[in-house]
Antibody, heavy 122, light 110 residues
Framework: EVQLVESGGGLVQPGRSLKLSCAAS????????MHWIRQAPTKGLEWVAS????????YYRDSVKGRFTISRDNAKSTLYLQMDSLRSEDTATYYC???????????????WGQGVMVAVSS | DIVLTQSPALAVSLEQRATISCRTS??????????MHWYQQKPGQRPKLLIY???NLVSGIPARFSGSGSGTDFTLTIDPVEADDIATYYC?????????FGAGTKLELK
């Protein structure tokens, strides 16, 4: 059974940093691209970042470029999101997600974690 | 960025048909594939993929869900609607980065 379990969320002050983790199991993690997707309270879904299976290619939405870094440790089957210079508008539930479609980096999301809450406030 | 437009809410009666639309600001078809996907999300739960590439039903999803459309106009149909289908439905495009989602259509009981 595919499982994605996020951790590392919490309350943080604006300008500070936080690192999210997503532990994967039930599939060969090193074979699949991964994504982070977020959802602000009572709002819709927003793609944040993605990474190729090897970690050699990464992609970000403009609003987080230069502040967030997606990475992975295939030996530990774990995905990360390092979030620096956090802003109030980064407040959201963050999901890790993947898919088993035909592309190296999945372009639809079959599997989602349960999500982890990040609140940025002074 | 490609903008996806959905109606905020749709009221429907049980056992009737629900038609949820998603209009994109640019064509999301490429090489014969519609890069349009649909998700269901219930309060407090993670999103669930229902339909991928416009019309492909995910394994395990009831056949009362179907997807159609091409280019810039897409539809998710639920027929007949059951009580368990009350949720918010999101469309998502993946033709271009950044991948974008519609704002969601909340399906409500009439």
């Amino acid at each position: 059974e595919v499982q994605l379990v996020e951790s590392g969320g919490g309350l943080v002050q604006p300008g500070r940093s936080l690192k999210l983790s997503c532990a994967a199991s039930g599939f060969t993690f090193s074979h699949y691209g991964m994504h982070w997707i977020r959802q602000a309270p009572t709002k819709g879904l927003e793609w944040v970042a993605s990474i190729s299976p090897s970690g050699g290619s990464t992609y970000y939405r403009d609003s987080v470029k230069g502040r967030f870094t997606i990475s992975r440790d295939n030996a530990k089957s774990t995905l990360y999101l390092q979030m620096d210079s956090l802003r109030s508008e980064d407040t959201a539930t963050y999901y890790c997600a993947t898919g088993f479609g035909p592309a190296i980096i999945p372009y639809y999301f079959d599997y989602w974690g349960q999500g982890v809450m990040v609140a940025v406030s002074s | 960025d490609i903008v996806l437009t959905q109606s905020p809410a749709l009221a429907v009666s049980l056992e009737q048909r629900a038609t949820i639309s998603c209009r994109t600001s640019q064509n999301v078809d490429k090489y014969g594939i519609s890069y349009m996907h649909w998700y269901q999300q219930k309060p407090g739960q993670r999103p669930k993929l229902l339909i991928y590439e416009g019309s492909n039903l995910v394994s395990g999803i009831p056949a009362r869900f179907s997807g159609s459309g091409s280019g810039t106009d897409f539809t998710l149909t639920i027929d007949p609607v059951e009580a368990d289908d009350i949720a918010t439905y999101y469309c998502q495009q993946s033709k271009d980065n950044p991948y974008t989602f519609g704002a969601g259509t909340k399906l409500e009981l009439k």
